[in-house]
């Protein structure tokens, strides 16, 4: 995705998982480019950019999903988990890891990752560890 045709089109994606500030956004776009220790995968439909997953190498045995976010009108479609489990099969780290919050907690229990509370890391708002053993 660093060399993703549209570049409005992967922003646009990260604000649907990110707090929408243009700055911030960027930021984080420019992180994706900059950084080896990121990935950005795509999820490409009919030529259309559909889903986004962020990937952060903690090590070489630990990988973090930073973001995940799905085109509205393609959601509840299996998008995010088909993402999910074409990385695994592509990668050989043992762990998969990532933090949300309570909206989106089923999503990554419904994977079967370990979930955690992280208790209220934001004013009104519970955040949850999610880890993955991508090892069977």
């Known amino acids: 995705m660093k060399n993703y045709h549209n ?3 992967v922003r646009n994606l990260l604000a649907e998982c990110m707090w929408p500030d243009d700055e911030r956004i ?3 776009y420019l992180k994706y480019c900059e950084d080896n220790d990121r990935d950005l995968f795509g999820m490409l439909i009919n030529d259309n950019l559909v889903g986004l997953m962020g990937i952060l190498h903690l ?13 509205g009108n393609f959601r509840r479609q299996g998008i995010g988990r088909a993402m999910i489990m074409e990385y695994i099969r592509l990668n050989t780290s043992s762990e998969l890891t990532a933090e949300t919050d309570r909206e989106a907690v089923g999503f990554y229990e419904q994977m079967g990752f370990e979930i955690t509370s992280l208790g209220e890391k934001y004013p009104g708002v519970e955040r949850f560890r999610c880890i993955l053993n991508t090892i069977e």
Do not use: L
Request: net charge negative.
């Open 26 to 28: 960027e930021n984080e």
């Open 7 to 9: 570049k409005k089109e």
């Open 59 to 71: 090590s070489e045995e630990v990988k973090e999903i930073k973001h995940i976010a799905i085109k």
